[in-house]
Structures are given as structure tokens and as C-alpha cells.
């Protein structure tokens, strides 16, 4: 079967959240399937550095945007109905490239990775399509506007009502649709759009992502947060947890050390590094000795859509995960079984200090973690729940096309 794939971010290396997804499903469909990735990518490096994708795929075309052309078309959007979001993702390079592709050869599926590129395949409408929201992206926004200060506060706002009235259309265009998780699938059922619709999780890679082998061992005056500090929900996070949470972790265990792990953190996020045993490290080269030598790994978010997959790679490796509720949400785990979920900044400090303390309690939690991930979110049966997906949807494409012809007729 010949295969259309396009995706928002250039997925290779597979290293943030925006790209692991897209990148196994490449993988997974290049096995059986010949596969044509198009992407973008916003600067030379990037474009580079994903060149390496060409080995799990028959083609790879990119559309090479800048970030200052990219704000000027969000900008121009403002006043009319189109997300800006729209804008952001937008290359006339890529969009020529997919005309082409379209126009000359035959697809058996159109598969696209985000609402923001759905746009790109707007035409192809005698192939049959798959729209993978992955997170309705929507309710992002709208929740943006009550951590927000004024006015950017109400531009979130109504971005945020301009993407949702989007994905209603869209849902409705493609007509099948799927979520990367059951909280997710039941937002976009719940828009009433007809479109028929599932969803497939995500996954972690076990065998990359495994507990210390014992050589080392963890640090129990250590905990880490791990993600891009460039992206205002993992901004947020760690400027409440070190003003409400990290006070009271120190008054109970003055030795506690943390460590925010993350490429490109803001000024606000490096100022935090001056407070009382906190490390700001930037990039680094990988995440997961920072992880391992850690008594746990928090991920307190208060915005939080689809799975958090800082949340199943910590699990992975066998370190307690501290989260909140509303990250949690996306993994399919117990709370107080598989991982440590906690609101309150009390509760929070409470929870490390407890981990911290008792190391049959840590090791015993970060063990039923790791065996969680693998039972509920190894990539291997999200990708047979996809191909049963996709095998549905070429079916409901040939019963809709046979009926159409018998009605011509």
C-alpha cells in the first residue's frame, strides 16, 4: 500500500514530544508499507539532522520555513476565521510538493499527523484520509487563558475558539479521526460531528528507555524535571513547583537536590537555578542519567493534553513518577499503584519527602511503573490497535465508495 504521511514537525530524531508519535508510526507502517513522509522544518540544522528519517521510509520531502516569516502569516490570520496556528505550520514550498505528489500519483491512504497540516491535503478528496489529532489542541489554548496575564490572555482565548471551531470542520471533512487518548477521543466525539473516530496511545521505547543497571545507583537526596524549557506549560510548572512546593520539600530535607532538565530554558527558567539547591542544566546530551540517579521524577503540570511521554519514559526506567492529576490523565496507569499523583504543592513536597525517606517504598513504586508501561504502553500493541484502525477505515472507504456507484447506477 502506498502511504502519504504528513506531520507538523520533521520527526527525526524522535527526542521530543512532537516527534516521537509521528516518527513510530512512520516506522511501524514503513515495515509493510511504502511510506512518503512530508514535513517542515524550521532551520537548516533541524532539516539536517532529520535526514536520517530516509532509513525508515521510501521518501522524505521537507518545506525549510523561518521562524519571522512564520510569525508574519500567524499575525495576517488574526483578523479572519483561520488559526493562526494555521499560519505557524504553513510552507508554500511543501504545499507545491504535496500538490505535485497528489495530482501524479495514486495514494491508498492519506494519513496526517496534527489538525495544523491537514490543510496540506485539503484536495485530496477521492483518497481515503486519516486525521490524527493526537491532542485536540483547542483546549490547550483555552486553558492557557487562565494562567495568562493580560491581554495575551484573550488572544489565547480566541485562538483557542477559532481551533476548536477548526477541528469541528476538519473532523467533519476527513470524516475519520483519531486521539492519542481516551480523555482526548471523547473531547472529539464530543464536538458531534459525525465523523467516526477512535484512538491509539502512545508508546515508550523499553528497551532505550530501562532502569539502572545497578552499577551506580540513585541519589535519594535527588529529584528532576524533565522537558524543553521553551514550552510555557513546562515553564509554568516549574515556576509554581519552586515557588509553593520546593519551600516546603527543603524545610523537611534541607539536603533535597533538584535538577530541571531541558533544552533552550527561558531567563525565568535560569533564574530559578538561584534558588536554594536548584540546577538549571539546558540541553543536554541525554536525559536519562539525570533520571536514573534520581530518588523521583516530577511532572506537577497544571496544563497538560494527551499523554506526557516524560511521564512513561521516567516509568520506563523505573524512577517514581510525582505528577498531577491532569497529566496523569493521559497514561493508562493507577494512581498510588504505578505512579504518585498529587495536586496540592503540600502534597507534592509531601510525596518526594516520602519517596526520598523510604527506599523499599521508592523502588517498590518505580518497579509497578516500569511493569505498567509495558503491559499498557509498549509501541507494539498501540501499532496493532493503529493497523486495526487504518484496516477499518479502508473499509468503511470501499462500503461508502461501492455505495455511491450502486446509486449512479
Not at 24 to 39: A, K, M, P, Q, W
Not at 223 to 229: A, L, Y
Not at 338 to 353: I, N, S, T
Amino acid at each position: 500500500m502506498k502511504i502519504l504521511f504528513v506531520c507538523h514537525r520533521l520527526p527525526f530524531p524522535p527526542k521530543r514530544g512532537g516527534k516521537i508519535r509521528p516518527f513510530n508510526i512512520i516506522r511501524h507502517l514503513s515495515e509493510r508499507h511504502d511510506v512518503t513522509v512530508c514535513s517542515i522544518a524550521r532551520s537548516r540544522e533541524e532539516e539536517e539532522e532529520g535526514r536520517g528519517l530516509s532509513a525508515h521510509c521510501a521518501r522524505v520531502f521537507v518545506g525549510r520555513v523561518s521562524n519571522g516569516v512564520q510569525a508574519a502569516r500567524m499575525l495576517a490570520r488574526l483578523p479572519t476565521r483561520e488559526p493562526s496556528s494555521m499560519g505557524w505550520f504553513h510552507s508554500g514550498v511543501l504545499a507545491r510538493r504535496v500538490g505535485e505528489l497528489l495530482r501524479n500519483e495514486r495514494f491508498d491512504l492519506v494519513f496526517v499527523h496534527c489538525s495544523s497540516v491537514a490543510h496540506y491535503v485539503a484536495g485530496a478528496r477521492d483518497t481515503p484520509r486519516i486525521l490524527d489529532f493526537g491532542d485536540m489542541d483547542s483546549q490547550k489554548w483555552l486553558e492557557y487563558f487562565h494562567y495568562r496575564r493580560m491581554p495575551m490572555k484573550y488572544g489565547y482565548w480566541l485562538e483557542g475558539r477559532k481551533l476548536e471551531a477548526e477541528e469541528r470542520r476538519l473532523a467533519r471533512e476527513f470524516g475519520f479521526c483519531t486521539a492519542t487518548t481516551r480523555a482526548e477521543w471523547e473531547t472529539l466525539n464530543g464536538y458531534g460531528t459525525g465523523a467516526d473516530t477512535d484512538w491509539f496511545p502512545n508508546g515508550v521505547d523499553a528497551a532505550l528507555f530501562t532502569p539502572d543497571d545497578g552499577a551506580g545507583g540513585y541519589d535519594p537526596d535527588q529529584v528532576c524535571f524533565v522537558g524543553r524549557m521553551d514550552y510555557y506549560p513546562n515553564q509554568e510548572c516549574m515556576d509554581d513547583f519552586c515557588r509553593n512546593a520546593w519551600p516546603s520539600v527543603l524545610a523537611k530535607r534541607p539536603s533535597m537536590k533538584l535538577a530541571i532538565v531541558g533544552a533552550d530554558p527561558s531567563p525565568a527558567v535560569r533564574r530559578l537555578g538561584e534558588l536554594p539547591n536548584v540546577t538549571v542544566t539546558g540541553s543536554v546530551p541525554d536525559v536519562r542519567p539525570y533520571v536514573r540517579r534520581s530518588a523521583a521524577m516530577i511532572a506537577p503540570l497544571n496544563i497538560a493534553r494527551g499523554t506526557q511521554n516524560k511521564i512513561l519514559e521516567g516509568m520506563a526506567m523505573g524512577v517514581p513518577v510525582v505528577t498531577s492529576s491532569v497529566a496523569a490523565g493521559g497514561v493508562d496507569a493507577v494512581p498510588g499503584e504505578h505512579l504518585w499523583v498529587a495536586d496540592r504543592a503540600q502534597d507534592v513536597a509531601d510525596a518526594l519527602v516520602a519517596l526520598a525517606s523510604d527506599p523499599a517504598r521508592r523502588n517498590a513504586l518505580g518497579r509497578a511503573g516500569r511493569e505498567r508501561v509495558l503491559s499498557h504502553h509498549a509501541w507494539t500493541s498501540s501499532m496493532q490497535r493503529l493497523d486495526a484502525i487504518i484496516e477499518r477505515r479502508l473499509a468503511l472507504w470501499a462500503r461508502d465508495a461501492g455505495t455511491a456507484e450502486g446509486t449512479k447506477r
